[in-house]
Nanobody, 124 residues
Framework: QVTLVETGGGLAQTGGSLRLSCEAS????????MGWFRQAPGKEREFVAT????????LYGDSVKGRFTISRDNAKNTMYLQMNSLKPEDTGVYYC?????????????????WGPGTQVTVSS
């Protein structure tokens, strides 16, 4: 059983930056691919980024490419999401998730474990 906890959310201005962290416990962190998703009020959960076990492979959603960077530190059991050039449409609850598959995936249903989420609000 893997437990995930996100931190680092908050309020930012348009064009600003935030860094989210996701700390894992209860499992072997380097055995899991990790991902970030977000959900705005009234909208479906949206794929943001995913990273492989080793950190050597990443995928990004079209809306965040070139602005967000996903990374991980297996020694610290932690994944990160550096968010730059923030826009109001980036507002939402951000969730980290873990999946034991071999291939990178963007589908939420493939992720077995989820954190409770952290709120990100970008003001215009």
């Amino acid at each position: 059983q893997v437990t995930l906890v996100e931190t680092g959310g908050g309020l930012a201005q348009t064009g600003g930056s935030l860094r989210l962290s996701c700390e894992a416990s209860g499992g072997t962190f380097e055995n899991y691919g990790m991902g970030w998703f977000r959900q705005a009020p009234g909208k479906e959960r949206e794929f943001v980024a995913t990273i492989s076990w080793t950190g050597s492979s990443t995928l990004y959603g079209d809306s965040v490419k070139g602005r967000f960077t996903i990374s991980r530190d297996n020694a610290k059991n932690t994944m990160y999401l550096q968010m730059n050039s923030l826009k109001p449409e980036d507002t939402g609850v951000y969730y980290c998730a873990a999946e034991a598959g071999v291939l990178l995936t963007t589908f939420p249903g493939n992720f077995e474990y989820w954190g409770p989420g952290t709120q990100v609000t970008v003001s215009s």
